[in-house]
């Protein structure tokens, strides 16, 4: 079974930074695109970030030239450096790895950012 394991949240004033990670317990981890949901009070689990197996990237407009989306391909591993946060950020953050040969996607336990002062 594929796990992955996250780590990094926490809580943050506004204008500070935290960085998410996520590892794939797969060693496959070429065969999957990677992303960063989030899931905020009351609200519906949204796409903040993503990284295809190719390398590309995508982001939300709400979190565009703010995050940045990253991998490390040696550890399995993918990042989600969060800059300038602002309270709206507050939610539970899950990383998801979707599968590129099987009609698969696997999710992590998900990790709680809190912007507050």
């Known amino acids: 079974q594929v796990q992955l394991i996250e780590s990094g949240g926490g809580l943050v004033q506004p204008g500070g930074s935290l960085r998410l990670s996520c590892r794939l317990s797969d060693r496959r981890f070429g065969l999957y695109h990677m992303s960063w949901f989030r899931q905020g009070p009351g609200k519906q689990r949204e796409l903040a970030a993503r990284?295809?197996?190719?390398?590309?990237?995508n982001y939300a407009d709400t979190v565009r030239g703010r995050f940045t989306i990253s991998r490390d391909i040696a550890k399995n591993t993918v990042y989600l450096q969060m800059n300038n946060l602002k309270p709206e950020d507050t939610a539970v953050y899950y990383c998801?790895?979707?599968?590129?040969?099987?009609?698969?996607?696997?999710w992590g336990q998900g990790t709680q950012v809190t912007v507050s002062s």
């Open positions: 998801n790895a979707n599968s590129t040969i099987i009609d698969r996607q696997f």
């Open positions: 990284i295809t197996n190719g390398g590309r990237t």
